[in-house]
């Protein structure tokens, strides 16, 4: 999960389509795309996840499903990432098998201490700092929660919320390894090119804090 | 499918929990319950689908989920009702497997012939008449809608939208064999009393047409 991970929100895309969108991101640099709808019927939801997953192919880029285990299912996802308020953890690792990715959003300390105990692939440190995108939260968790988690986690951390080119250098020194956005590359105007700086910022952060800790 | 089948609608049942609504209507006859949660998040609905599934248990009713696959898997329920904006079909048997209760929403003639060649347990004829409490249909299929798709489907027959005591003897008698009702009970005053009215007539009817058919 080290990397730039691309959180959806067509509603964020304007006049562009999430398809071209997510396409730019993935030339950008892109590493994981997490195909996020709160809104859309089951139905048009498993298409946009087809259309998304042939799009990521070419690019080995895994495909993660924002709650929904059962699209997840359907098209055959590479994994689920759930929120607090989303499936239990154990219920989406029996149905999705031992090889998916299952990323867990954590928005306190015990959802820290209890995701220690899950075999999660990452925690979801949400939010960072606060976002219009995503209101349903308490709290940010602030560069200094990314420390803190990055201390007692045995887990890989993806920050999300509010993260941009510039604050995302202090995310992956704090201790992220993959660095989320939503607005950051859906509402840019030119997706491609605010992957490309995002990507580029992400590799040098990581690549200076492991030259740092050695 | 045959007789009384409640519709859950948390909205519709004012100040009384829902568990006590479904509880009330499974002592009146009831004879299967479908959890419908259009705005409830993953979690919480789990939470609800178990309890509810804990009161159906000692009634030998079964607990069909509305759309969400993933919540059916989660607790294990007998089944899932689809609309045609929800999963697809082919992909609800391949989760849920060959014993579970899957029915199909039909709104125009074209989901009928399509549903014929599906092993569904039964289509949902959807609206019968218009009914405020779902929206989003196109038109309604009238008694001569339930006529029309009982001569040509080799499927069970559950009717639903705008029916109750004064209309499902009609309803019967024009071909349906499962009365889905969802205000009619919910809404009702004494819901225990309205199922028990409902459940009387359905029988009586379901009686008179077999009885007629010989």
Redesign the interface.
Known sequence: MNGLYLVTDRNCCGPRLLDRVVLEALKGGCMCVQLREKNL????F?EEAQRIKAILAPFRVPLIIN????VA??VGADGLHIG?????YT?ARK?LGPEAIIGLSVEKWADVEQAQDLDVDYLGVSPVFQTPTKTDTTGAWGLDGIKKIRSFSRHPLVAIGGLNAGNVKDAVMAGADGIAVVSAICAASDPYQAACELDSIIRDALKNRNTLSQ
Request: glycine share 0%; aromatic share 6%; proline share 17%.
């Open positions: 019927p089951t139905r048009p498993i709650d929904r285990l059962d299912l359907a607090q308020d989303d499936m239990p219920e149905w």
